[in-house]
């Protein structure tokens, strides 16, 4: 056995030299032809080969057909040994298959035909091709802008090119971060899968030969997105029922449009990235009304709001401020959505959805209502310090001694348009604030004029400050403004100094 297979090699190399034309020995009784010239096969499929036989004798002549592959990966369907009549012909159809993909090269196939120790050589090449899937999948009308308001729909479509049915063994989806997908699958059942829960059975399906079947697919946003496109992947395992070698895996990915709902169509109207800007903005304008409007310390003059400046050069401050007051909210809005509602930190720098522009417009007006606070606070504080230690226009004389208590340096006698008067305070504006000098009247014999003598001489107003203040609560002295001196305390635009120390307060004589 082993000789004629080695010899049945040698006339098959021989063939392919040929270039694949017919080889006959001078002796051989039988023709032989082989059709088509070549053939494909994929791993696992097979074709006809037909095998034309004549008898070229006017004798009957047994044949014997043997199949010779050049690699084990080809088998073919075995002919039994027969006769042929005188000048008969005679067809025989073999099949030819592809068991593996072997060497993934071209294979040579030759049959040699022995009929009176004779023989004859035909051959044909199987080419190699790879082996095409069972079933081809497309995703058509991928969903375009799809936000948490409004989910896209999209279609799945599978089909196949093979003349038998194909099974469809398992149908699964990895959709994109923060998105539910759901498919329809054949018999309506709907599968759902997001990234925290997977689908619970996989579609499973079987498709007609040539057919196609299209499957209904809707996806939606949950809770805040990366605005971008993304892929959704889809799993397709099928095989031909009852042919493992068949079976195959196939990933297809849909891109998905993710968006937050309303943001493009802001970007689209503003032409910057809404959360650079919004928060800012929304902390500098309502910051700058309450302050305005409804600070219970401060009063802008109406001349002061009619020298407001140009519109460009305020836009231009309140959007750079904006931006400003942007990145610090950035940080902050992590805190705030921790620390309070929704209480689990929402950073919209990574991903966001319409929940967060909500937030970020509370959140905004909140930490602008903070900065209204302070402001007023600061305001009541500065407007009580002021009422307790800065001489006004129109203060009685104890109410300027107890403004004036804590001061540890003596006074500046002036004059104002001709009359004394005592220099209490200069603003920055060259503007200078004068009162008359106390006079303090008590009895002759009272030890309190000894005592007020004392603390002036001394430079001791806080203690001058509480002595009168006890003194007038038991009526036992009283306060007025020199005659003599300016008529009450006020602001003076020019004075004239006469000497650069002297008391506050006199006892009357």
């Not at 997977?198 to 579609?203: D, H, S, V």
């Not at 409007?293 to 020298?307: F, G, I, L, T, V």
């Not at 001058?464 to 003194?471: D, E, G, R």
């Amino acid at each position: 056995m082993g000789l004629p297979r080695a010899l049945a090699r040698v006339f098959a190399v021989a063939w392919l030299l040929s270039l694949g034309a017919p080889v006959m020995a001078a002796e051989a009784p039988v023709t032989v032809s082989i059709a088509p010239a070549q053939i494909a096969l994929a791993p696992g499929r097979s074709a006809v080969v037909l095998v034309s036989l004549a008898n070229t004798t006017d004798k009957r002549v047994p044949v014997t057909v043997k199949a010779v592959a050049a690699e084990d990966s080809v088998i073919t369907s075995p002919v039994a040994p027969f006769e042929l009549a005188p000048g008969q012909s005679r067809t025989e159809a073999v099949t030819v298959t592809r068991r593996s993909e072997g060497s993934g090269q071209d294979v040579g196939l030759s049959f040699v035909v022995d009929s009176r120790a004779a023989s004859a050589v035909a051959g044909t090449t199987v080419k190699a091709v790879p082996n095409p899937p069972p079933v081809t999948v497309t995703a058509e009308a991928g969903p375009d802008r799809v936000n948490e308001n409004r989910p896209g729909s999209a279609t799945l479509v599978i089909g196949t090119d093979r003349e038998g049915p194909v099974r469809v063994t398992a149908l699964s989806v990895v959709p994109p971060p923060h998105t539910w997908l759901e498919v329809t699958c054949p018999g309506g059942r709907v599968a759902r899968w997001d990234e925290n829960r997977p689908a619970g059975q996989p579609c499973a399906f079987d498709l007609a030969p040539r057919s196609t079947m299209s499957l209904p697919v809707r996806l939606g946003t949950e809770g805040a997105v990366v605005p971008g496109t993304r892929p959704a992947l889809f799993h397709i395992s099928a095989q031909e029922p009852g042919r493992v070698e068949t079976a195959v895996s196939l990933v297809v990915t849909m891109p998905v449009t993710l968006e937050v709902f309303g943001e493009s169509d802001i970007l689209q109207a503003l032409g910057v990235p809404v959360f650079l800007v919004l928060p800012g903005v929304i902390i500098v304008l309502t910051t700058g009304f309450l302050v305005r409007r409804c600070s219970p310390w401060r009063r802008r003059p109406a001349a002061e709001a009619e020298q407001a400046g140009s519109v460009v050069a305020a836009a231009t401050r309140t959007a750079v401020l904006g931006v400003l007051l942007s990145l610090g909210m950035a940080k902050l809005y992590p805190v705030l959505t921790a620390w309070f509602w929704p209480g689990e930190p929402r950073d919209y720098t990574r991903e966001h959805g319409f929940l967060d522009f909500y937030l970020v417009f509370g959140y905004s007006f909140a930490v602008a209502a903070a900065f209204w606070v302070l402001v007023a606070v600061g305001d009541g504080l500065r407007a009580l310090w002021s009422a307790v230690r800065v001489p006004v226009p129109g203060d009685a004389p104890l109410v300027l001694l107890r403004k004036l208590s804590l001061r540890t340096t003596r006074f500046t006698l002036v004059d104002v348009a001709g009359a004394p008067g005592v220099l209490v305070r200069r603003s920055r504006a060259g503007e200078s604030l004068v009162a008359p000098r106390i006079v303090v009247s008590t009895a002759a014999d009272s030890p309190l004029r000894t005592r007020v003598e004392d603390f002036v001489s001394d430079d001791k107003p806080l203690r001058l400050c509480l002595t009168l203040t006890w003194a007038l609560w038991r009526k036992r002295a009283e306060l007025t403004y020199r005659s003599t001196d300016i008529d009450q305390v006020r602001r003076a635009p020019e004075v004239t100094i006469r000497t650069l120390r002297t008391g506050i307060a006199q006892i009357a004589e």
